[in-house]
C-alpha cells in the first residue's frame, strides 16, 4: 500500500508540521495490468469522495508520480480518471441587518469553505447567531485572519 501525506508547515517551519491530507492507494488486483483502491481524507472533512478503483493500471510502465495522479483525481471525480472542473470561488449574499452591518449567513457558505471559515471566527464578533459579519467573510476569502471585534 502506499500512503501518501500532505503536511502544512506554517511558514515553512517543520516545528508546526501537521497532516492536513492522506491518501490510501492499495493494489487490489496483482499482475502487470493492476488494480488499485484509492481512499482520500482531509483532516477537517473526513473522507473525500468515494472509494475508487483504477483498473488495469501498467504498473511498470511510468513512474509512481503518474498512479498518484490518475489515483487521486479518481478519488475526486467518481472514479474517472481525470480531474473535476476547477471549484469555483463561493458567492455569498451579502445582506444588511436594521442597524446597518453587513453580514453572511453561515448555512449559505458552500462546503468546505463553511467548515475552514467557521473555524477562524474564534473569538470573532457576531451580528447574530449563526452569522458572521461580511468583512471577516471578505478577509477570509482574501487570505486575511477575521477582525476579532468583541461581541
Not at 449574499?93 to 471566527?121: H, K
Not at 470573532?124 to 458572521?132: E, Y
Amino acid at each position: 500500500m502506499l500512503r501518501i501525506t500532505v503536511e502544512l508547515l506554517p511558514g515553512g517551519r517543520e516545528s508546526g508540521k501537521r497532516v492536513i491530507a492522506t491518501a490510501d492507494i492499495a493494489r487490489v488486483r496483482d499482475g502487470a495490468l493492476a488494480d488499485y483502491a484509492v481512499v482520500l481524507d482531509d483532516a477537517v472533512l473526513g473522507d473525500v469522495g468515494e472509494r475508487a478503483i483504477v483498473r488495469s493500471y501498467p504498473r511498470w510502465a511510468t513512474s509512481v508520480w503518474d498512479l498518484v495522479a490518475r489515483c487521486l483525481a479518481a478519488g475526486l471525480n467518481q472514479g474517472r480518471e481525470a480531474l473535476p472542473p476547477r471549484p469555483a470561488q463561493p458567492e455569498v449574499t451579502v445582506r444588511v441587518n436594521d442597524a446597518g452591518f453587513r453580514y453572511v449567513r453561515l448555512d449559505e457558505i458552500p462546503e468546505p469553505a463553511r467548515t475552514f471559515f467557521d473555524q477562524t471566527l474564534s473569538g470573532s464578533g457576531i451580528p447574530d447567531h449563526g452569522c458572521a459579519y461580511a468583512h471577516d467573510w471578505f478577509d477570509f476569502i482574501g487570505g486575511q485572519p477575521p477582525s476579532k471585534l468583541p461581541v
